[in-house]
């Protein structure tokens, strides 16, 4: 396997932006290149040790659902080639399984979550209030179990090192306007209730998932940024799911469950992972690819 990519460091683009996982690109006035690394961020910092593999694997399952869920919404991929958005070769070999060019669009500032079942800080919310990001629920749930309906909690979008933070969806309402707001809610469980349909199939319980927005010169709304990957959603096995425990993810719960048992306050710098939980962790990555992508 190549070395892990940290950072894409390609020299013949202006660099416009390093996200927590994702190097972004200028081409042109109309095109950028993001490069999906191997970085890892949990509890929004980005931890010292990449996971091999993992940005190639994210990178295919966001193009598998931007193409499987294009008729509920358009999204950011371009027509535009690697090879013509990269003119060096070199670089080019070394990112192009990790890159994709997406047309230039305006990122709405709110995360689309949409949650399916009762986990996370949704379950702690929830045994202490009854309710997730202030949406009451049915009395006597338990830890992970499926919800009445998908849920929509919208969240602010923060910046690297920063932590996100739940907002209603009158909040969401004030950022970006009640009509756009409506038709975000709207899709985005639309493209939840579709995917998780179609994984169901193929032995993957999305537990919950966040997509983001972006729009173009004509205020019309894409789907952007990744798609339903092990980063951003928490992937069970069908197999081993069982309401009352946490189940065993495809995902980076298996980090998230590591640093909760360390001496660490969540801030940067994070501590570096062991090379066991680093290699379970790219294990996961790909066998969720594979699931997907792969037979029923």
Request: aromatic share 8%; glycine share 6%.
């Amino acid at each position: 396997m190549p070395s892990p990519m940290m950072h894409a460091e390609i020299t013949c683009l202006k660099l416009l932006h390093n996200g927590k996982v994702r190097d972004m690109y200028e081409i042109d006035d109309n095109h950028i290149l993001i490069v999906t690394t191997d970085r890892l961020s949990a509890f929004d910092v980005i931890l010292p040790t990449p996971v091999p593999g993992k940005g190639e694997v994210l990178n295919a399952v966001s193009s598998f659902w931007f193409n499987k869920l294009s008729h509920i919404v358009p999204n950011q991929i371009s027509d535009m080639t690697i090879a013509d958005a990269i003119p060096d070769p070199i670089e080019r070999q070394r990112v192009a399984s990790h890159a994709m060019v997406v047309k230039r669009l305006k990122p709405l500032p709110i995360e689309a979550i949409v949650r399916g079942y009762l986990i996370g800080s949704g379950w702690k919310e929830y045994q202490q209030q009854g309710s997730v990001c202030g949406i009451k629920l049915p009395t006597g749930l338990d830890l992970a179990d499926r919800l009445p309906q998908p849920i929509f909690t919208p969240s602010t979008k923060a910046d690297a090192g920063e932590h996100d933070e739940n907002i209603d969806f009158e909040q969401m309402c004030d950022l970006v306007g009640a009509a756009l707001a409506e038709q975000v809610r709207h899709i985005s469980l639309s493209l939840y209730q579709e995917a998780a349909a179609f994984a169901l199939n193929k032995g993957i319980i999305i537990a919950d998932t966040k997509f983001e927005f972006g729009l173009d010169t004509d205020n019309t709304l894409y789907l952007i940024d990744e798609v339903l990957t092990p980063d951003s959603s928490r992937f069970w096995p069908v197999s081993e799911y069982q309401p009352g425990i946490s189940p065993p993810s495809f995902d980076k719960q298996i980090v998230r469950d590591w640093l909760e048992a360390q001496d660490w306050d969540k801030k940067a710098p994070a501590p570096e992972l062991p090379n066991h939980i680093k290699d379970r962790t790219a294990e996961k990555y790909r066998e969720a690819l594979e699931r997907l992508t792969g037979p029923a």
